[in-house]
């Protein structure tokens, strides 16, 4: 039976691995520190002592721990992977793209690899150059992987478990400065949601917001700010961003008759430019040319006060949204 429960963000996901790891004997979790310490943000405590050897610590070698994974979903597990930051992603690159994201093809449909890949990014103060970039738009170009980014303490929990029962390589993209961000109430149990699916946070007539991961909060806030000069914004958290929710982001777009994309990463080559490129090809009849915002092109400086300047702030987001109904 479904039941409700106050909890943090990191609570939200250390409860869906504690149902998945008890509702599926062949699950896994492992990743750097994830057992006896209980994650380097705490998101894994206590499970080691609850399910003993199927949650295990591993060396620090990303394409160890991803190598290992792709093996073991082909023949009869469900790893629950961990890499602690996303840019270290990038050291098995290969294990994700060329093996992971193939196995179904290659086998001609006879194996899958039914792998979780759980992992956090986006500036956060103090963080270098190496542990702050926002990467799911290398991810999502990749056919084969599937990639949420959950901005809420629910679909922190709901969403791990739709990765986790998917039968194919799922990456959830998690972010730390939501981690111990306050608490929620937040429904455990029931049935398990397929894969994909955006949701409107805010509803509004005047433009569509399109965002998704920590910097929807931004957005909320920034709407909540401009619905006081009129300006009613719909707020859309993709959620997914492979597969995109395009018909729920059409549909949003022909009520209100304009676009603003707003999200962490780089605007060169993000999955913004994707979304404004298939409104586009739909033909929608927009009443001003569609916003992106995002990062510039440079890399995320370490200092918090130069990082504020390169992350969008509430500020420009919301400027960026009154120019555009009042274009």
Request: aromatic share 4%; glycine share 10%; net charge neutral.
């Amino acid at each position: 039976m479904p039941e409700t429960k106050n909890l943090s963000y990191a609570e939200s996901v250390n409860a869906a691995l504690r149902r998945a790891l008890a509702e599926r004997p062949e699950a896994l979790l492992f990743g750097e520190d994830v057992a006896a310490p209980g994650g380097v943000f705490g998101v894994t405590k206590g499970l080691r002592r609850e399910f003993g050897d199927r949650v295990f610590d591993t060396p620090i070698s990303e394409s160890a721990i991803l190598g290992g994974a792709v093996g073991a979903a082909m023949f009869g597990r469900r790893p629950i992977a961990e890499i602690m930051w996303a840019d270290f992603s990038l050291v098995a690159l290969d294990q994700l793209v060329n093996q992971a994201a193939n196995v179904r093809y290659v086998s001609r449909g006879s194996l899958s690899a039914p792998l979780t890949v759980r992992t956090q990014q986006g500036n956060a103060p103090g963080a270098c150059a190496q542990h702050s970039q926002s990467l799911e738009a290398f991810f999502a170009h990749v056919p084969g992987l599937r990639v949420c980014l959950p901005a809420t303490h629910q679909d922190a929990y709901d969403l791990l478990l739709s990765a986790i029962w998917c039968n194919d390589p799922v990456i959830v993209i998690e972010n730390r400065t939501l981690y111990h961000a306050g608490k929620q109430q937040v429904q455990l149990g029931g049935d398990v949601q397929p894969v994909g699916g955006a949701a409107v946070r805010r509803p509004g007539r005047d433009v569509t917001v399109l965002t998704w991961g920590a910097l929807q909060h931004r957005v909320l806030e920034a709407a909540g700010r401009l619905a006081g000069d009129g300006i009613e914004a719909e707020v859309l958290d993709a959620r997914w961003v492979r597969p995109l929710d395009l018909e729920a982001v059409l549909a949003s777009v022909r009520r209100t008759g304009r676009l603003v994309v707003a999200h962490e990463a780089h605007t060169v080559g993000g999955v913004g430019g994707e979304v404004l490129a298939a409104v586009a090809e739909a033909g929608l009849p927009l009443r001003c040319p569609p916003v992106r915002i995002g990062a510039p092109d440079t890399r995320i400086p370490a200092a918090p006060g130069l990082a504020a300047a390169v992350i969008p702030s509430t500020e420009v987001i919301a400027e960026a949204i009154t120019k555009s109904v009042r274009a």
